[in-house]
């Protein structure tokens, strides 16, 4: 171990560059399979390995999901588990919602010790609406077929079951959302993803690649948005994280039509709780 961190010190840039796309690659694998990036795990990477705390760390994470998430968007598209009418009122909400976040983030959360305990709390709340929410049926994993389109109300058919979600209620939601994830800085996946599955009961097989586009589009919003600002993204470490992310995104979703929902919630339940209760813990700890 000691020969290891001397070698470590001698030559970290060796060293970052097999660690972040590694780290990446194995939390989007799993994290894409519920339709979300995983940049909300790569934070605290970049806070507590590489000492990235200001926005500039959000705005990379940014980058990094426009970057990673094109390679899953493919797979699910190939696959015919895309839903437009769920897409569309995403990335409406989500526009305006990363541009109001990115400026409460820039402007009142500069603070590293607010900002974790912000991040853990978040965190911790979708935790705990993934891991309580068991479902109540095993929907065989098929292509989507919408059946009826309207501005309030949306039917379609996914594994010889119906689904319906208000097309109005997604874009307000979204809004609010995108809001807290732009000052976050995810794409709004982590977010949106848990309010799909557990509050509109949406199957989470045939919602993943939708939170994912809507998060692509924001991204790119919201990497734009804090330039503009002033913090522009750290491109050496997206593109590290966004080479893991990327293979990652497309092992995820490969894997995901052979995956439980009952897995998948349960996994990203407990990746997420990790960084949330040592957020919390630290910024109360840090107080003393």
């Not at 426009?66 to 990335?91: G, M, T």
């Not at 977010?191 to 589009?217: E, K, R």
Request: charge should be positive; proline fraction near 6%.
């Amino acid at each position: 171990m000691a020969a290891f961190l001397a070698a470590y010190k001698r030559n970290k840039v060796d060293f970052r560059l097999f660690i972040l796309p590694l780290i990446a690659f194995i939390i989007a694998s799993l994290t894409s399979q519920a339709g979300v990036s995983g940049a909300f795990l790569l934070l605290p990477v970049q806070i507590s390995l590489l000492g990235i705390t200001s926005p500039v760390a959000s705005a990379t994470n940014l980058l990094y999901n426009i970057i990673a998430i094109p390679s899953a968007i493919y797979w699910f598209r190939k696959e015919k588990r895309f839903i437009l009418p769920l897409v569309l009122p995403i990335v409406c909400g989500a526009i305006p919602g990363v541009f109001i976040g990115t400026f409460l983030h820039t402007t009142f959360l500069l603070n590293p010790r607010a900002f974790k305990l912000f991040v853990g709390i978040v965190l911790c709340l979708l935790g705990l609406r993934l891991f309580f929410n068991k479902g109540k049926r095993k929907i065989p994993v098929t292509n989507v077929r919408i059946k009826k389109i309207s501005l309030f109300k949306v039917h379609f058919c996914f594994g010889k079951e119906f689904f319906s979600f208000s097309p109005v209620s997604i874009f307000f939601v979204v809004l609010v959302t995108s809001t807290i994830s732009g000052a976050y800085g995810i794409g709004g996946g982590a977010l949106l993803s848990p309010l799909l599955i557990c509050v509109f009961g949406l199957p989470v097989h045939a919602i993943a690649s939708a939170t994912l586009t809507g998060t692509f589009v924001t991204s790119i919003c919201g990497v734009l948005s804090y330039a503009h600002f002033g913090y522009p993204p750290s491109l050496k470490v997206a593109i590290l994280f966004g080479i893991g992310g990327m293979l990652g995104m497309y092992t995820g979703a490969r894997l995901q039509r052979h995956t439980p929902e009952r897995a998948i919630k349960i996994i990203l339940g407990f990746l997420i709780f990790i960084p949330a209760i040592r957020y919390i813990l630290s910024y109360f700890i840090n107080l003393n």
